[in-house]
């Protein structure tokens, strides 16, 4: 038990509904994740004119994307880390390809992916299409996220995630 969410405080903001995903893998989960860069919700449309334009987000703006109404996360194993690249806030060159990962990696992706639809949400893993060959493998979302508001209201952060970033920090 006690799998730890590195960079949790990126997850602030998110709607508590999509937040219940990282409290249960604290609980439950197998192994360390991380919440990646602009991997909660994203309030700045520059920063999504960025994602969207170096292929990181199909969505151009804010309001069409989950992540524009905190209705989404993109969270990663912490192997996958290393992968990270310099503008991203990361140490890599360049991203990897999805065939350069680690078996190990792409296995806690798909671990992860089915804790995650287990409890209700959808997972970018399962899109499969011209942009994204292996699907968007990060992200989770609630199923209902295009009737959350925009733009979202602050939502609170549950004591549960407050009490882990306590003991992390
Ligand atoms: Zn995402």
């Known amino acids: 038990m006690n799998a730890r ?27 360390d994740i991380c919440v990646a860069m602009h991997g909660g919700v994203r309030t700045d449309p520059g920063v999504q004119t960025m994602l969207s334009g170096g292929g990181m987000s199909a969505a151009s703006t804010l309001k069409v994307t989950p992540h524009g109404r905190a209705g989404a996360l993109d969270l990663w194993p912490l192997g996958f880390l290393a992968y990270v690249p310099k503008s991203f806030g990361g140490n890599a060159a360049r991203w990897a390809s999805w065939a350069e990962l680690p078996q190990l ?49 602050t939502y ?14």
């Open 5 to 31: 969410i590195l960079h949790l405080e990126r997850a602030r903001g998110a709607h508590p509904r999509m937040l219940v995903l990282l409290i249960e893998w604290s609980k439950r989960g197998t192994f």
């Open 105 to 153: 990696i792409r296995d806690q992706f798909a671990e992860f992916g089915r804790f995650s639809k287990a409890l209700g949400f959808r997972w970018g893993g399962d899109w499969v299409g011209k942009n994204y060959p292996n699907g968007d493998q990060p992200h989770h979302e609630l199923t209902d996220w295009q009737r959350l508001p925009f733009p979202p209201p």
């Open 156 to 169: 609170a952060f549950p004591v549960e995630l407050e009490a882990l970033l306590a003991s992390t920090s």
